[in-house]
């Protein structure tokens, strides 16, 4: 069997707990689940663990995002994760590459910036945009960068009027965009400062001041936001 139909039928055969095992050197070792609410967690045993390329564990009643207990686990181990989810009785595997936690990053250009920050936020959504190859933020400001690249990965503009939760928004100093975040709702934003930390906080009139456009993705569902915010809930 192949890795993925090895771990579904791992998943089935633990249901309605959740299931867990590793994957090693290419091969899935099923460990079991020594939670005690198996249901709704999992945990693996000091006896069954062992270094892993990826860590694998099933979602039975279906969520189909890294929870804030995976992620503040995940950035523990610093592996990719792989989620069995259960939708009816057809299951499938969603793989999460492992990303530090949104808030907190301390800043490195083209590594932990405002756009890593998008960038990451949609991948816990679901939602892979373009890793274009950076230049430099002076040229990438004078290029216009965000506004040749956003249209190309999938992202089409809206009216200020009509934002909501998850679009992401530029803001600008003299004309070009320069800054990327993204709109948590409520007067709210995620984002990473230049030379400072990831971090959320209030789109106050500074923002609204600089404000450049508005963007969303063609694949952008409202419940998305439930990965955003189960990471920054890690983080409290």
Known sequence: MTLKQQIITHAKQQYPNECCGLIVDGTYAPCTNVADKPTETFRISHDQWQPADIVVHSHPQGQRYLSGAD?????????????????????????????????????????????????????????????????????????????VNFPKTGFYQVELSDMQSGDVILTSIRGNANHASIYLGDEQVLHHPYGGLSRREGFCDVWHKAMHSVWRHKDWQPDMMTAIFNDLEATR
């Open 71 to 147: 992620r503040q686990t995940q950035h523990k181990m610093r592996c990719d994760w792989w989620i069995a989810v259960n939708n009816n009785d057809d299951w499938e595997i969603i793989k999460y590459r492992y990303t530090p936690l949104l808030r907190g990053r301390t800043f490195e250009y083209g590594k932990h910036d405002c756009y890593s920050i998008v960038e990451d936020a949609y991948m816990l959504c679901g939602i892979k945009i373009m890793d274009y190859q950076r230049k430099g933020e002076a040229i990438e400001i004078a290029d216009n960068a965000f506004l």
